[in-house]
């Protein structure tokens, strides 16, 4: 699938590997719209956008996930800026085993949310013109992660959901792909910010950060990488690609038809 003038939407776009995403996309011709709760720091990320793209090329739109609200408006928007949506980058998260429920409502609930509002106006069988959605799981929506379960468990949903709408989407003729990226350790804002995140589990930090130095950290262009051959490979359906520090692999799953 070439991405030229295709309409993208992308939810926790203003760092991180979300920022990664859009910068992608962009780069292979896509128009962007920019979801995210951090208004200054999109705002800044969107001028460095508009002089390299042109101020067209993208749009930021103020979105909590958590708010069914919120992402209707900012779907709409981007309808009427630019004429449709093809691709929807499922992305915002948090890791706060503290706040464990607000970790489910905004990495479970509202990428749920955010898929279901936006089949609405991409689905072929109500108009729409079908696409792709890429969900940003992790390695630990692959196996458990012991320093982080109800992360590890939002993660695990995603893939679920993911594989499960896959599927859902090829019988029902929705004309939409859906597919997961599973990253390792991924030098962000969120992994910086592990030491005050993990809750009753920080005691378990030390392991955990063994493991990181096992296992190696990777950047956040390096998934964008995988989100775009999962964006435009358009044999890729129900795919989940697990990429960490020198490695990336398809995981296979079983079909039960
Ligand atoms: N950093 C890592 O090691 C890994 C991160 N991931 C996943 O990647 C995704 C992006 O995370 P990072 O870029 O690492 O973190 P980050 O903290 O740098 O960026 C997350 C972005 O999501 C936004 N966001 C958070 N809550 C939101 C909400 N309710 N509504 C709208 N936007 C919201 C934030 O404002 C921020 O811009 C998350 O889903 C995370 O779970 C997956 C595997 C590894
Ligand atoms: C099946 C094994 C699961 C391994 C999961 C690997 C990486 C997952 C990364 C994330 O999704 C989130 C980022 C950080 C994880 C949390 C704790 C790491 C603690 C190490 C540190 O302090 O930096």
Redesign the pocket.
Known sequence: MALNDKVAVV??A?????RAITEILLQNGAKVAL????ET?AKTLKKALDKQYGQEKSLFLK????SEEQIKAALQRTVETFGGIDIVCN?????NEGEWEKTVS??LV?HIKVAFLALQHMNKLTGGRGGVMVG?A??AGLGPFFTCPVYSATKHGVVGFTRSMAMASTASGYGIRFNAVC????Q????ANIPVNLGQFSQLRDIAKQLEEKMGIIT?SVVAECVLELVTDETKNGEAILVKHNEKTYVPFPNPI
């Open positions: 939810t926790g203003a760092q991180g590997i979300g979801l995210d709760v951090k720091e979105c909590n996930v958590e992305n915002a998260g948090i890791l905004i990495n509202g940003t992790s390695m990253p390792g350790f991924v962000t804002d969120l992994q956040p």
